[in-house]
């Protein structure tokens, strides 16, 4: 098997490249796949102490990140159909109606 | 403090009433206040209760009465009994504490301090308080200017004499401080009971701020008095003891602070200029306030401050400060009296005669000051005496001031009352009146277009071609010109109806219509004032009314000869004695050589301008055809008149029973060494027969300048007899003879004086007021401009900057706010990373 | 903005290194448990200990899907015509 240390390892820099991709990206719908990234970086993390620690709680997390994960990208697009209705672009530097 | 009552054997019974004096008036006023607007403009108010007077009256006639009930009691009395102290209540108690482990307990309390100088005052100021409000009854009541607003004067009045009275009956220096105030309060209400004149309300600004200059100084006074004894109470104040334990330097200048507060309250050089503007008030004001009351609060608060200066422990150490109080006195009596010279306005006359008179009191004062603080007069009776007699000499003048300047003022207010009647009688009564109401009717006439005619038939409802009052009551109020009840339509019937039948027809509408036509009721209103330049006051609208009012002019005439020190006649006797003793202590310090010269010259120049003031009034031929058309005045007026005459007149008596033994003295009972008839002949014989040769000389001197010179003079230059046909009462006989005589063979031509620099100097009043407004200008709005500045640039700049230092604050920190998602989202794991770390931080 | 951005990348890589030096420290890893989870226990956990939680996230789940149906929704005139016969909101 797998040793868990690499996963959660991996995990981190998932992580850190969703982080990334999420401050700088100016396309809405790739700092939704970043926040997925860093959703998924966390699953994994569970996953892999559910491996070290015997107990299937953290298995239970993963499974229910995952459907939250999917639900949350349904409104995502949502808002971001919304978003293009009223604005007519879906990048972020163009929406800064709060702007001072 | 407020101590136990130290009630020593009080005799008295009355005593314990004694607060009422005070309260009563006090208590008035809200009443009469209330009273007259409840019913302002009813008519049994106006006329049964003279909008308060009667109210007044009663009040006044009540303390009175008390007041004499007092009197009776202290008159005789002498020695432990004859001074008394009551306490009434405590104002307030606090502690102060002392700056270690110890507070003193402190309290204010009100009590009555009784002695024989209080007893003075309190007949002169409650006997004349009555006399003057029955004066001002007369005055008040029957000028229509005055009309529904009488009710503010005698609230105002019984308030002001609640003051003076609580003032005499104080027994600590706070609480004569406070009802001090309380009278200048009151001053300054009724100088400008006319407020809607410009120079009235002016002249009430200046009296009151004058006075609080010198209030700022009595205040700083009272205070290094209380920081010297720890208490103002007469009780702690006047105890040997204590003043022996105090430094006498800090001493004279708390007495000099006290005594600048009373040279501003008494009118005296160089706080002075307040008292001729104050001349705007209505007479019984002047009479009350400047004559015979507030004035002498000032010497009042000089006269208590006796005991200082005769203590033992104080020897010689305060005889400068008597030095001054002489010399403003001597400086003053001269200067006034050199005013007075050139004033045509009588009420201005006696204004400057007041400032004079008072200069000599406080010359006296002065006088007799110095010599307690120099003689040894607790041990030498005949120091004793002399101290005496030159204090009491100065309380007497204080009361022969009083009473004479009192009915002065009341004269002086009867003769201008009376001219100005007949000036109404002669220049108004041409003149119909016409009712605004048909100014509007006219108005509306013209607005609607129609004709009298057509009007007269819309009008005339029963067709009788007459309009009866209850027509032409309907008729106004369906024009909505005016809605009248009954009682009110007579004077404007009266206004059409010109045949008098009692009923209008279109005739008189017409004319009556036709003659205002065009006009607006206000530029009628001013024609009809245009005339009104006219000046009651002014002596140039008078002359030769000795034989229209008798009794006005007597008592005039007594009144003059009391202040001009004529021999036998009230002011004589003190008068005298002023003089006496200023050249006896001159003679001692020769400093007092210049106070004592005044004082002898003044007396001349008294003489001068009182008979100028009385010749050209009363003497000679009118001077117009107002003067000529005067007639007597009511009874009101007449009775004070009266009563005071006689008191003048009987100045002798009070001489003789050895008042200016008995004022100042507690250890003397009135008449006690003397009978009535010796004590007379004692005076008589000081008075003219002195075994001193120099004052045996001084006093003639003295007679022969005020009696003789200065009326001499005067008779030569004014007055004359009376027209043909003109018959004054006997007493007159002799002196308009005189005059007549000394006029034909002496007159002279005094138009070189008339016209010099000196006059006009005079006539401005030698420029005081002209100074005194370039010092303020200059120095207090130049600062004041400073001050301003300042406010507006620091004060409110601090403000400001905080205002904008806050909004640039905030500006800058929305920058924040970019509106971009990303930067948010930024901020956001930033802020989560850091909560995280401190979490991990903290549990590492 | 340049500044902004240089600190955030030296910030994030500090921070990965951080991460990454936290997860693979030997320290974490220390205590492993022997027997690992088999998928059957996994789905007996699921459905019996973690039942309540199940099925409240299938209700979540439910919401979810029918609040972005209604935000997809199309107002198109001719679509709505079609779908209710008739105007209708």
């Given at each position: 098997m797998i040793d868990p240390s690499w996963v959660s390892g991996l995990a981190a820099l998932l992580f850190i490249i969703g982080l990334a991709g999420a401050f700088t990206r100016k396309n809405a719908i790739i700092v939704l796949m970043c926040i997925e990234l860093m959703l998924n970086a966390a699953n994994l993390q569970f996953a892999a102490a559910a491996v070290h620690h015997g107990d299937t709680t953290g298995w239970v997390y993963?499974?229910?990140?995952?459907?939250?994960?999917?639900?949350?990208?349904?409104?995502?697009?949502?808002?971001f159909l919304a978003m293009y209705g009223k604005h007519e672009s879906i990048t972020l530097d163009d929406v800064n109606v709060l702007k001072n | 403090m407020g101590s136990t009552g130290t009630t020593e054997t009080i005799h008295s019974s009355v005593i314990e009433f004694a607060p009422y004096i005070v309260f009563l008036p006090m208590i008035a006023f809200p009443i009469i206040l209330l009273f007259g607007r409840l019913f302002n403009g009813n008519k049994v108010w106006v006329s049964t209760f003279k909008e308060g007077g009667i109210f007044a009256l009663v009040t006044m006639a009540t303390s009175l009465l008390l007041a004499l009930l007092l009197i009776k009691d202290y008159i005789g009395a002498y020695g432990d009994d004859s001074k008394s102290a009551l306490h009434v209540f405590d104002w307030f108690?606090?502690?102060?504490?002392?700056?270690?482990?110890?507070?003193?307990?402190?309290?204010?309390?009100?009590?009555?301090?009784?002695?024989?100088?209080?007893?003075?005052?309190?007949?002169?100021?409650?006997?004349?308080?009555?006399?003057?409000n029955t004066f001002a009854i007369g005055y008040m009541n029957t000028d229509p200017i005055n009309d529904n607003r009488n009710h503010r004067f005698y609230a105002e009045?019984?308030?002001?004499?609640?003051?003076?009275?609580?003032?005499?009956?104080?027994?600590?220096?706070?609480?004569?401080f406070i009802f001090w105030e309380l009278m200048g309060l009151c001053s300054y209400l009724l100088i400008g009971f006319y407020y809607e004149r410009p120079s009235a309300a002016y002249a009430a600004k200046k009296a009151f701020l004058t006075t609080r200059v010198g209030d700022v100084f009595l205040m700083v006074g009272l205070a290094m008095?209380?920081?010297?004894?720890?208490?103002?109470?007469?009780?702690?104040?006047?105890?040997?003891?204590?003043?022996?334990?105090?430094?006498?330097?800090?001493?004279?200048?708390?007495?000099?602070?006290?005594?600048?507060?009373?040279?501003?309250?008494?009118?005296?050089?160089?706080?002075?200029?307040?008292?001729?503007?104050?001349?705007?008030?209505?007479?019984?004001?002047?009479?009350?306030?400047?004559?015979?009351?507030?004035?002498?609060?000032?010497?009042?608060?000089?006269?208590?401050?006796?005991p200082f200066f005769g203590a033992e422990a104080m020897h010689g150490e305060l005889v400068d400060l008597a030095f001054i109080i002489a010399s403003i006195g001597g400086i003053t009596a001269v200067m006034a009296a050199s005013i007075a010279f050139v004033q045509?306005?009588?009420?201005?006359?006696?204004?400057?005669?007041?400032?004079?008179?008072?200069?000599?009191?406080?010359?006296?004062?002065?006088?007799?000051?110095?010599?307690?603080?120099?003689?040894?007069?607790?041990?030498?009776?005949?120091?004793?005496?002399?101290?005496?007699?030159?204090?009491?000499?100065?309380?007497?003048?204080?009361?022969?001031?009083?009473?004479?300047?009192?009915?002065?003022?009341?004269?002086?207010?009867?003769?201008?009352?009376?001219?100005?009647?007949?000036?109404?009688?002669?220049?108004?009564?041409?003149?119909?009146?016409?009712?605004?109401?048909?100014?509007?009717?006219s108005d509306y006439l013209a607005s609607k277009k129609l004709s009298t005619f057509e009007f007269f038939k819309t009008i005339d409802l029963d067709g009788s071609g007459e309009i009866d009052m209850f027509e032409f009551q309907t008729a106004l109020k369906n024009t909505e010109v005016a809605d009248l009840p009954p009682w009110e339509m007579g004077d404007l019937m009266k206004a059409v109806d010109l045949d008098g039948n009692g009923t209008i027809n279109v005739p008189e509408l017409d004319i009556v219509l036709a003659k205002i036509k065009g006009k607006t009721y206000e530029e009628h209103e001013h024609d009809h004032h245009h005339d009104d330049h006219f000046d009651a006051q002014s002596m140039e609208n008078m002359g030769g009314l000795a034989s229209k009012m008798p009794i006005t002019a007597t008592a005039m005439l007594v009144g003059s000869l009391s202040i001009m020190g004529f021999p036998l006649i009230g002011g004589f006797?003190?008068?005298?004695?002023?003089?006496?003793?200023?050249?006896?202590?001159?003679?001692?310090?020769?400093?007092?050589?210049?106070?004592?010269?005044?004082?002898?010259?003044?007396?001349?120049?008294?003489?001068?301008?009182?008979?100028?003031?009385?010749l050209k009034t009363f003497a000679g031929s009118p001077n117009n055809e107002v003067a000529a058309h005067v007639g007597p005045t009511n009874t009101w007026i007449k009775i004070p008149l009266f009563t005071l005459t006689f008191v003048t007149l009987g100045g002798i008596l009070f001489a003789g029973m050895g008042f200016t033994h008995w004022a100042p003295d507690s250890g003397y009972a009135l008449m006690s060494e003397k009978g009535l008839f010796e004590g007379i002949g004692y005076e008589l014989g000081h008075a003219f027969a002195n075994h001193d040769m120099f004052f045996f000389t001084l006093t003639y001197i003295a007679i022969f300048l005020g009696a003789i010179v200065g009326p001499g003079l005067a008779l030569s230059l004014y007055g004359g007899a009376l027209d043909e046909g003109e018959t004054a009462k006997p007493w007159f006989t002799p002196i308009l003879m005189l005059n007549a005589a000394i006029k034909g063979r002496y007159s002279w031509d005094n138009s070189a004086f008339a016209t010099s620099s000196l006059s006009r100097a005079l006539q401005n009043r030698l420029y005081f007021d002209h100074y005194y407004d370039m010092a303020m200008l200059k120095i207090v709005a130049a600062f004041s401009l400073k001050a301003a500045h300042a406010d507006s640039k620091f004060i409110d700049g601090a403000i400001k900057t905080i205002e904008s230092t806050s909004q640039s604050a905030s500006t800058s920190l929305r920058k924040l706010t970019t509106g971009s998602a990303r930067d948010y989202i930024l901020m956001a794991a930033v802020g989560t990373l850091m909560l995280f770390a401190l979490i991990w931080g903290v549990m590492a | 903005m340049k500044f902004l951005s240089l600190m955030t990348r030296m910030g994030?890589?500090?921070?990965?290194?951080?991460?990454?030096?936290?997860?693979?420290?030997?320290?974490?890893?220390?205590?492993?448990?022997?027997d690992a989870p088999t998928?059957?226990?996994?789905?007996?956990?699921?459905?019996?200990?973690?039942?309540?939680?199940?099925?409240?996230l299938g209700i979540l789940m439910a919401v979810a899907m029918i609040g972005a149906a209604y935000l997809v929704r199309d107002e198109r005139m001719e679509n709505l015509l079609w779908e209710f016969g008739g105007e209708e909101e």
């Open positions: 993963t499974l229910f990140a995952i459907a939250i994960a999917a639900s949350e990208v349904a409104i995502g697009l949502a808002i | 108690s606090s502690a102060m504490w002392n700056g270690g482990a110890t507070t003193t307990e402190i309290s204010f309390g009100f009590g009555l301090y009784i002695d024989h100088i209080t007893v003075m005052l309190l007949f002169i100021a409650s006997f004349l308080c009555l006399l003057i009045f019984v308030l002001f004499c609640a003051g003076m009275l609580g003032m005499i009956l104080a027994d600590s220096f706070l609480w004569l008095l209380w920081h010297l004894f720890g208490s103002l109470d007469y009780a702690v104040v006047f105890d040997s003891d204590n003043i022996a334990a105090v430094d006498p330097a800090s001493l004279q200048w708390a007495l000099g602070m006290m005594f600048i507060g009373a040279v501003g309250k008494s009118a005296q050089f160089p706080l002075h200029v307040w008292l001729p503007d104050a001349m705007e008030g209505p007479t019984p004001v002047s009479a009350l306030i400047h004559a015979a009351t507030m004035v002498n609060a000032g010497l009042y608060l000089v006269a208590r401050m006796f045509m306005d009588l009420k201005k006359v006696l204004a400057y005669s007041t400032m004079s008179q008072l200069a000599y009191i406080f010359t006296g004062l002065g006088c007799a000051l110095w010599l307690a603080n120099s003689l040894d007069w607790h041990h030498d009776d005949d120091a004793h005496y002399i101290v005496i007699i030159a204090f009491g000499a100065a309380l007497f003048h204080l009361f022969n001031h009083a009473m004479a300047k009192g009915m002065l003022f009341m004269a002086s207010g009867a003769v201008i009352h009376e001219v100005h009647h007949a000036h109404h009688h002669l220049h108004h009564d041409d003149h119909h009146h016409t009712p605004k109401e048909l100014y509007m009717l006797w003190s008068k005298e004695g002023i003089i006496a003793n200023a050249w006896r202590v001159g003679l001692e310090d020769p400093r007092f050589f210049f106070p004592a010269a005044c004082v002898l010259l003044g007396a001349a120049m008294t003489g001068f301008y009182m008979s100028r003031m009385w | 994030l890589l500090a921070l990965g290194f951080i991460l990454i030096a936290t997860v693979s420290a030997d320290a974490v890893w220390q205590e492993a448990s022997d998928t059957s226990k996994l789905a007996d956990d699921l459905l019996n200990e973690w039942g309540l939680p199940l099925l409240a």
